[in-house]
């Protein structure tokens, strides 16, 4: 399966502790995206990148929340000082350019703090 | 104001059946794309099936059709012959441009239940 591939698929973390979350897209996919599903809504965006590079963070909480796109391994979204509100789906998808063509998703990383 | 309306919380449909979940749209860019995914309880995101604004034709994938009404600004999907396993939540997004590359605006879904 060659598909996006999110680790954890679940994870559970106390309030005030982190959260890391792993992304590598589709093989030839070089622009990444993060959405965030909050329980009973649906997906919002947050951040989209490039092989090392942030293209919008316009839907990225100011405080707290970062992602990277190394030029060697996964995507990464990392939240820091977690708290309750951060609960959700997070989905991470793939695209060859960042024109009009299809994106994929992967299967998400359900966060719940506790 | 919203820029994708699935005004449908929740359907059901009879197995077998055909089935059409609503979505209309707002934008004033002339170049979109509409995508329609499907979220079963398991939680992952499936792509359905896609149309673009210049895409004179409406898409059809299998059992999927999507029924594109520029001039209404709306862009329903039709599942044909409905299946059990087509039971899930339904989201019907849009791309607006070229300069945001893949950043996608979500409804907030529509629950499918298909009945036997």
């Known amino acids: 399966n060659a598909g996006v591939m999110q680790n954890p698929r679940h994870l559970v973390r106390r309030r005030g502790q982190e959260a890391r979350l792993r992304c590598s897209p589709m093989k030839g996919h070089s622009h990444v995206y993060w959405y965030r599903q909050l329980p009973e809504e649906g997906l919002k965006f947050m951040v989209y990148l490039q092989k090392e590079n942030i293209i919008d963070e316009s839907g990225m909480p100011k405080e707290r929340f970062s992602a990277e796109f190394p030029k060697e391994g996964p995507s990464i979204l990392r939240i820091q000082q977690v708290v309750r509100g951060d609960s959700a789906a997070y989905f991470c998808?793939?695209?060859?350019?960042?024109?009009?063509?299809?994106?994929?998703f992967g299967e998400g990383s359900w966060l719940t703090v506790v | 104001a919203q820029k994708i309306t699935q005004t449908q919380p929740g359907m059901f449909v009879q197995e077998k059946e055909a089935v059409t979940l609503d979505c209309t749209y707002d934008t004033s860019d002339q170049s979109y794309g509409l995508f329609w995914y499907k979220q079963p309880s398991s939680g992952e995101m499936i792509f359905l099936i896609y149309?673009?604004?210049?895409?004179?034709q409406n898409a059809t994938e299998g059992r999927y059709s999507l029924n594109f009404q520029k001039a209404r600004k709306s862009a329903n999907l039709v599942i044909s012959a409905s299946q059990l396993g087509d039971s899930a939540m339904y989201f019907c997004?849009?791309?607006?441009?070229?300069?945001?590359?893949?950043?996608?605006?979500f409804g907030a879904g529509t629950i499918l239940r298909v009945k036997s």
């Open positions: 998808a793939s695209s060859t350019t960042g024109g009009l063509n299809t994106i994929y």
């Open positions: 149309q673009g604004s210049y895409d004179e």
């Open positions: 997004a849009m791309r607006e441009g070229y300069e945001y590359g893949n950043k996608l605006v």
